[in-house]
């Protein structure tokens, strides 16, 4: 395995864990989600914004579609980074089960990485 690929794996298990915290969609029109990540292994941070429509608002079951731009921080080094995402979530009461697909344009190591998240959330 090699260097790139052995820091992405760590970075995949550290960002489910954040990520699936973080996913709230409370809007029917596009909305700015901020989201902010630290990797303390990896020594860098990672924040941005995500932009996200959803289609069927008054239903139970929802699709959405949207875009991420984001900056990674690392030592002495700022590189932006784009995505796109697409999202499902089933709605229950206050909460929300939620799955969210990504593909996101890494800038600090010119490579492009497709995610998945899933999670439960609550409206607020």
């Given amino acids: 395995m090699d260097k790139t690929s052995s820091k992405y794996s760590k970075i ?63 030592p002495n080094n700022l590189t932006p980074s784009l995505g796109l995402n697409g999202l499902l979530e089933y709605h229950f009461g206050y909460f929300f089960a939620s799955t969210r697909a990504e593909i996101k344009m890494r800038t600090d190591w010119d490579i492009t990485v497709f995610s998945g998240f899933v999670g439960v959330g609550f409206k607020i």
């Fill in 12 to 74: 995949k298990k550290a960002s489910h864990f954040c990520e699936a915290f973080l996913f709230v969609n409370a809007c029917r029109l596009p909305s700015p989600r901020a989201f902010f990540e630290t990797f303390a292994e990896l020594n860098y941070n990672s924040g941005g914004v995500n932009l996200n429509g959803l289609l069927n608002y008054n239903k139970k079951f929802k699709q959405g579609a949207g875009i991420q731009m984001s900056l990674i921080d690392k």
